[in-house]
C-alpha cells in the first residue's frame, strides 16, 4: 500500500528509491510459530512406575536478540520440546523432557492464533507458557503417557519508549528525533520517508534519559490498517507520553487528496488513535507545532491555537464530520509548544516538558499503585 502510494506519488523521484530488495523489510516486528509440548513418558505398569513429564515450550524475553533473530535461527520455526523418559525397572520415576525456551527482545507480547494475549514480556527474563508438555504415564492413564499441547503463536514486538511521536508524514518527527538526540534517522522532503520505528535518547543535563520513538507517519484510515497503520500504531501503546508533531502549515498527502490544515490533522490523529484504542486517548499528550519558521507560520500558528482553545468549533473535515463528531473523545494536551525542529526553536521548552509531564504522571501511576499495594497489604493483615 505505502509502496505502491510512493510510486504513484513521486514517479519521477527514481534516485532516491526505497533500499533495495529485503533491506526495507529488515525490520521485523512479527513472528509466527508453532510450539508442541513433548509427550509424556510411558509408565510401568508391573512397578508402578511413571512416566516422565514431556518437556515445555516457553518464550522469554532476553537481552541482546532481535525478532529477526527468531526468524532467521530457524527455517520452519516450529518448537519441539523433548519427550518425556518412560520408566524402567532401574528407574521408576522417568526424566522430564527437554524444555525448550525461545528467546525474544524485551517488548513483545505473544497471543494465540485468535489473538487471544497470553503474556507480556516487557521485562528481561520474564517467560510464558506456550506449549505444556504432556503428563508422565502412571496408573489413572493406563501408564500411557499425554501428548504435549500444541498450537500456533504470534510473537508480536511492541516497541517500549518513554515518548512516541504521532504525525501525520512529512510533519518533521524524525528532524525532531535527530534535533533532540543523537540518532541520525532519514530526513527528506516527501511523505513516508521513515518506514520503520526507531528510538533516540535525550539525555539531560543531569544525565537523565528519556528514550522518544519515532515512528512511521500515520494517515486517514490507518485505524483500518491503512498504510500499515496498525503495525505502527500498536508501537505507541506502551509509551508514557504522546508529543503530537503537527506541521503547521498542514498536509496534503498528493494533489488527488484534500488539504488538511493543521487543526483537521490533529483531529484526523485523534480521531484515528481513538479508534484504533480508545484508552490511547487517554494518555498525557503534548502538542508540538513545527515548522514555526517558515513563512506564514505566525498567522497558521494563531489561527490553530484559536481553534484549539475554541471547543464548540469543531471544524473538522467536511465529508466526514458526523462520522468524527460521534468518535470524537478530544485529547487534552498537557502543553502546546511552537517549535522549529529544523532550527532548534522551542526545543529546550519541549525537552523539559516531556520530562515534567513524563514524571508528573509517574508519580501520579506510582501514588495509585502504592496505595493498591498498601491497601492490599491491610486487606491481607485483616484476613490473617
Ligand atoms: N523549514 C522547516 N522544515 C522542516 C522542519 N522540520 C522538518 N522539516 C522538513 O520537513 C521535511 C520532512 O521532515 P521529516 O523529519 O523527514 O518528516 P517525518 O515526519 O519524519 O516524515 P515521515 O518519515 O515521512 O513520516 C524535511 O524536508 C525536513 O527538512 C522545520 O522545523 N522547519
Ligand atoms: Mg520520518
Redesign the pocket.
Given at each position: 500500500m505505502v509502496l505502491l502510494t510512493r510510486f504513484l506519488l513521486f514517479p519521477n523521484k527514481t534516485t532516491r528509491r526505497f533500499p533495495a530488495g529485503n533491506k526495507r523489510h529488515s525490520f521485523i516486528d512479527q513472528v509466527r510459530i508453532y510450539a508442541r509440548g513433548g509427550g509424556g513418558g510411558q509408565g510401568h505398569p508391573k512397578f508402578g512406575g511413571i512416566g516422565g513429564k514431556g518437556g515445555d515450550v516457553y518464550v522469554q524475553a532476553s537481552t541482546g536478540i532481535t525478532l529477526k533473530n527468531v526468524k532467521s535461527s530457524k527455517r520452519d520455526q516450529r518448537y519441539i520440546a523433548g519427550p518425556g523418559d518412560n520408566s524402567k525397572a532401574r528407574i521408576l520415576q522417568g526424566g522430564k523432557g527437554r524444555d525448550v525456551v525461545i528467546k525474544v527482545p524485551p517488548g513483545v507480547c505473544v497471543t494465540d492464533d485468535n489473538n487471544r494475549l497470553l503474556g507480556d514480556l516487557n521485562n528481561v527474563g520474564e517467560k510464558v507458557l506456550v506449549a505444556r508438555g504432556g503428563e508422565g504415564g502412571y496408573e489413572k492413564n493406563l501408564w500411557n503417557g499425554a501428548k504435549g499441547s500444541r498450537g500456533s503463536f504470534k510473537l508480536i514486538l511492541k516497541l517500549i519508549a518513554d515518548v512516541g511521536f504521532v504525525?501525520?508524514?512529512?510533519?518533521?518527527?524524525?528532524?525532531?528525533l535527530?534535533a533532540v538526540s543523537r540518532t541520525e534517522?532519514?530526513?527528506?522532503?516527501?511523505?513516508?520517508?521513515?518506514i520503520r520505528p526507531q528510538v533516540g535518547v535525550v539525555e539531560y543535563a543531569d544525565k537523565r534519559q528519556i528514550s522518544m520513538a519515532?515512528l512511521?507517519?500515520l494517515i486517514e484510515g490507518s485505524h483500518q490498517n491503512m498504510g500499515m497503520g496498525h503495525r505502527f500504531l500498536r508501537h505507541v501503546e506502551r509509551t508514557k507520553l504522546l508529543l503530537f508533531?503537527i506541521?503547521i502549515h498542514g498536509f496534503q498527502l498528493s494533489p488527488r487528496h484534500a488539504y488538511r490544515n493543521a487543526y483537521q490533522t490533529i483531529n484526523i490523529l485523534n480521531k484515528e488513535l481513538e479508534l484504533y484504542k480508545s484508552e490511547l486517548v487517554e494518555k498525557p499528550a503534548i502538542l508540538a507545532l513545527?515548522?514555526?519558521?517558515?513563512e506564514g507560520a505566525d498567522k497558521l500558528l494563531q489561527e490553530t491555537l484559536e481553534l484549539i482553545q475554541d471547543k464548540s468549533l469543531h471544524s473538522l473535515t467536511e465529508k466526514d464530520t458526523e462520522e468524527n463528531e460521534e468518535h470524537r473523545l478530544p485529547i487534552s494536551f498537557e502543553d502546546i509548544i511552537p517549535?522549529?525542529?529544523?532550527?532548534g526553536e522551542g526545543l529546550d521548552r519541549l525537552k523539559s516538558r516531556v520530562r515534567e509531564v513524563i514524571d508528573e504522571h509517574y508519580e501520579k501511576e506510582r501514588t495509585i499503585q502504592d496505595l493498591e499495594v498498601e491497601m492490599g497489604r491491610r486487606k491481607n493483615i485483616g484476613v490473617v
Open positions: 504525525g501525520f508524514p512529512n510533519a518533521g518527527k524524525s528532524t525532531l535527530k534517522p532519514k530526513i527528506a522532503d516527501y511523505p513516508f520517508t521513515t519515532d512511521p507517519g508533531v506541521d513545527n515548522k514555526v519558521d517558515v517549535i522549529s525542529a529544523k532550527h
